[in-house]
């Protein structure tokens, strides 16, 4: 009973990849060239910052600098014990 069972199976098994192999493979169509819809238009230069703002942005680079080095300061000095 096995060996029927195993022989169903294989036969079910055989046939399914013969079904799928039967049909001749067909080729892609190439693909068409993408053509876009409307031409690009140029860009607009961009506006350059007002001074206030680089100031602004300077300020916050500069004090973002002060407070990682007196933080870095403090580390340094905690670690140090007196002796």
Excluded: C, D, W, Y
């Amino acid at each position: 009973m096995n060996k029927l069972l195993a022989a169903i199976v294989a036969a079910a098994f055989s046939t399914g990849a013969f079904a799928q192999a039967a049909a001749p493979a067909t080729p892609a169509a190439p693909a068409a060239p993408a053509a876009p819809a409307a031409p690009a238009s140029a860009a607009t230069p961009a506006t350059p910052a007002t001074p206030a703002a680089k100031q602004t942005q300077e300020r916050k680079r500069v004090q973002a600098h002060k407070a990682t080095k007196a933080s870095k300061a403090k580390r340094a000095h905690a670690g140090k014990k007196p002796g």
